[in-house]
């Protein structure tokens, strides 16, 4: 080889090497409408994520119903549990505790879930039903207890009567500890009855006496989501017909609230927890109130006749879906109604006379086939003629591609259902390959509910990995919000010591909260989520994986800003130069706010230990007349967000 071509091929390698990179936004072809509702969050009941986390309730098993009723009990002494003259007569079940004398007293201890979490000098809200059985007042201590089993709290009551009768007394912590335990003591000479045993922090989300755990509902308030999808996915399918999630039993006084039996208890026998029930303390009213706390559209999901067709064959006969049918009416009552109807009216004695607005209501989870859409019809009929408002949301089936994908699209432009669920459990180069995905969607057709996706890394971590290609495929949805008008990331919580199924977009445990990176890419969406879609393009095509590289832009008619998100999916830095194209002015030195989530291992993770190893930081640049550079770094997610005028 002689020296020119030397020199020729450096020159080449050189040039190709800082070759420019141009992004072309075209600021003033405002398209498709951003719906405000189109980030947003999906609560399923799995991991622990109700009772023992997002419900502030520390006492587990608190009304002895559980099918063993000591579950998570520890009595000592006499203690026999009763069901004649309950206090609940749909929590039927009680205990007696028989105090004789001898020295080594009676009482129970509870465990919570994993422990119970105490925070120094936090006062925490101890109650009980009790009525005395025989003459006299009867005395209890109640401990709180450290790990090493000290007392770090102590509190009295005094029961009296032979009538049920709710008690109550504050008791404040005098240590931190993740894994405590409550010790209640009969004091007295005598018998007892006690049930629904209960202890909350006092301060909960809003201080709500039958509150939600502060800090994980603050995490949720921070996402600024615009929809809420609850209570769950294949828990409102249940493993039996009889264990499905009914709505009717989540309202009302939250101790005659019967209890169900979790469907992901022992789905996963390598994650085994056949202690994990569904109190329903955190129910339906619950939910609804949280979405208005959190400023998102609430969208329940309900059952329509099919058990979870993973786990069993059974279903209601078509002829015989009226109750199903009428509890979607009656949720919609629920919701809406006015105060001098019947769903209504519990609505408004529960605490809410104002109604919800509900918009939205999904007619079955992860259902596919005939039976599927057999069933769906009669919901459709009624629900069109009854409430025409409400938008109804069909599903695709399980999987994003597939015969049952292919069969139940059609079937749901065929029935007209407003929106179409589809659910994504994939591993990342999924999920990178699939970015433009909408882009050759049908336009007439229903639109599209992403209902449940997360990014399956083969570790199945919260990695930086994962976070990357779900931004990248995230740009997807953005560039197709005519399509594509709700997304919500699942699951949602994820406890540390009890977690059924992962990745997880929020870890806790008892007394800690880790927003994971697929957090902070949902968070960086939503808050950026802009009005308007605008075309951007590099060689005139769309920016959906050449050279690893992802990109969407929108307009924010509220802040008259230019916001741009970009996806570097590579390991090696990469120079972009973001052009505004039929931009009247100049923005030379205008300041580019720019907000990077990045790790120089795409393996990085957020743990309890170290919860803010990655998070994302904050710079900016300035723009330069025609628009503005960007540095991009390897396994990085940018918002970029510029003011302009119109």
Same mark, same amino acid.
């Given at each position: 080889m002689n020296y020119k071509t030397v020199v020729f091929l450096l020159l080449c390698c050189s040039q190709s090497l800082f070759a420019q990179i141009n992004f072309e936004v075209d600021v003033l072809n405002k398209g498709a409408a951003i719906q405000p509702d189109m980030y947003g969050v999906f609560f399923e009941d799995i991991n622990f994520g109700a009772d023992g986390g997002l419900y502030a309730e520390l006492i587990k098993n608190r009304s002895f119903e559980f099918h063993q009723p000591f579950v998570g009990?520890?009595?000592?002494?006499?203690?026999?549990?009763?069901?004649?003259?309950?206090?609940?007569?749909?929590?039927?079940?009680?205990?007696?505790?028989?105090?004789?004398?001898?020295?080594?007293?009676?009482?129970?201890?509870?465990?919570?879930?994993?422990?119970?979490?105490?925070?120094?000098?936090?006062?925490?809200?101890?109650?009980?039903?009790?009525?005395?059985?025989?003459?006299?007042?009867?005395?209890?201590?109640?401990?709180?207890?450290?790990?090493?089993?000290?007392?770090?709290?102590?509190?009295?009551?005094?029961?009296?009567?032979?009538?049920?009768?709710?008690?109550?007394?504050?008791?404040?912590?005098?240590?931190?500890?993740?894994?405590?335990?409550?010790?209640?003591?009969?004091?007295?000479?005598?018998?007892?009855? =006690?049930?629904? !045993? +209960?202890?909350?922090?006092?301060?909960?989300?809003?201080?709500? #006496?039958?509150?939600?755990?502060? $800090? &994980?509902?603050?995490?949720?308030?921070?996402?600024?989501?615009?929809?809420?999808?609850?209570?769950?996915?294949?828990?409102?399918?249940?493993?039996?017909?009889?264990?499905?999630?009914?709505?009717?039993?989540?309202?009302?006084?939250?101790?005659?609230?019967?209890?169900?039996?979790?469907?992901?208890?022992?789905?996963?026998?390598?994650?085994?927890?056949?202690?994990?029930?569904?109190?329903?303390?955190?129910?339906?009213?619950?939910?609804?109130?949280?979405?208005?706390?959190?400023?998102?559209?609430? =969208?329940?999901? !309900? +059952?329509?006749?099919?058990?979870?067709?993973?786990?069993?064959? #059974?279903?209601?006969?078509?002829? $015989? &879906?009226?109750?199903?049918?009428?509890?979607?009416?009656?949720?919609?009552?629920?919701?809406?109604?006015?105060?001098?109807?019947?769903?209504?009216?519990?609505?408004?004695?529960?605490?809410?006379?104002?109604?919800?607005n509900l918009k939205y209501l999904a007619i079955g989870n992860e259902q596919w086939g005939e039976g599927y859409v057999e069933r769906l019809i009669p919901f459709l009929e009624v629900l069109r003629n009854k409430h025409p408002e409400i938008k109804i949301i069909g599903t695709s089936g399980p999987t994003p591609d597939g015969e049952k994908f292919d069969y139940l699209w059609p079937k749901m432009r065929e029935l007209e259902v407003d929106l179409v669920d589809e659910h994504y459990y994939?591993?990342?180069?999924?999920?990178?390959?699939?970015?433009?995905?909408?882009?050759?969607?049908?336009?007439?057709?229903?639109?599209?509910?992403?209902?449940?996706?997360?990014?399956?890394?083969?570790?199945?971590?919260?990695?930086?990995?994962?976070?990357?290609?779900?931004?990248?495929?995230?740009?997807?949805?953005?560039?197709?919000?005519d399509v594509v008008q709700l997304a919500t990331y699942a699951p949602l919580f994820a406890h540390v010591d009890a977690w059924q199924w992962k990745p997880d977009m929020i870890w806790f445990d008892n007394l800690n909260v880790v927003r994971t990176p697929n957090y902070y890419v949902q968070k960086m969406y939503a808050c950026n989520a802009g009005t308007n879609v605008l075309p951007l393009t590099r060689d005139n095509e769309i920016v959906a994986g050449k050279d690893s590289l992802f990109a969407s832009a929108v307009f924010d008619a509220n802040t008259t800003e230019l916001i741009v998100k970009v996806v570097n999916a590579s390991d090696k830095p990469q120079e972009i130069n973001i052009l505004l194209k039929q931009l009247n002015q100049s923005v030379a030195n205008t300041r580019v706010n720019i907000s990077c989530l990045h790790a120089n291992e795409p393996g990085a993770v957020n743990t309890i230990e170290a919860p803010n190893k990655l998070v994302p930081t904050s710079t900016y640049v300035l723009a330069h007349e025609k628009g503005f550079k960007l540095n991009a770094l390897g396994n990085a997610f940018y918002v970029c967000r510029i003011k302009i005028k119109e």
């Open positions: 009990w520890l009595p000592f002494g006499n203690i026999a549990v009763k069901n004649e003259a309950p206090c609940f007569n749909r929590n039927p079940n009680y205990v007696r505790l028989n105090e004789t004398g001898l020295r080594r007293g009676t009482g129970l201890e509870n465990f919570g879930f994993r422990g119970i979490g105490f925070q120094k000098n936090d006062d925490y809200r101890f109650s009980f039903y009790a009525r005395v059985v025989n003459d006299g007042d009867k005395k209890f201590v109640v401990e709180l207890l450290g790990s090493n089993e000290n007392v770090i709290g102590k509190g009295e009551l005094t029961v009296s009567g032979n009538s049920w009768k709710k008690y109550t007394t504050t008791i404040k912590s005098g240590a931190t500890d993740a894994k405590g335990k409550l010790r209640l003591i009969l004091k007295t000479q005598g018998e007892v009855d =006690l049930d629904h !045993i +209960s202890m909350f922090p006092v301060e909960t989300w809003k201080g709500r #006496e039958n509150g939600l755990r502060k $800090d &994980l509902v603050e995490a949720l308030f921070e996402l600024n989501p615009g929809v809420f999808r609850f209570p769950g996915g294949c828990i409102i399918e249940g493993n039996t017909l009889e264990t499905r999630y009914q709505w009717k039993n989540s309202v009302g006084p939250v101790e005659n609230r019967p209890l169900n039996e979790n469907r992901w208890n022992y789905t996963f026998k390598h994650r085994f927890f056949p202690d994990y029930y569904q109190t329903y303390g955190m129910g339906f009213y619950e939910f609804f109130l949280l979405s208005e706390d959190l400023g998102a559209e609430p =969208l329940p999901v !309900i +059952s329509c006749g099919l058990a979870c067709q993973y786990e069993s064959e #059974e279903c209601v006969p078509v002829g $015989d &879906l009226k109750p199903y049918i009428d509890d979607a009416v009656d949720l919609i009552e629920f919701a809406n109604g006015p105060l001098d109807s019947e769903w209504g009216k519990v609505r408004a004695e529960m605490g809410h006379p104002e109604p919800f994939r591993s990342p180069e999924w999920f990178l390959a699939n970015a433009a995905r909408y882009d050759s969607y049908d336009r007439s057709g229903p639109k599209v509910f992403a209902g449940e996706y997360a990014s399956h890394h083969k570790t199945r971590d919260n990695n930086l990995r994962a976070a990357i290609s779900e931004a990248a495929f995230m740009t997807g949805l953005e560039r197709n919000a």
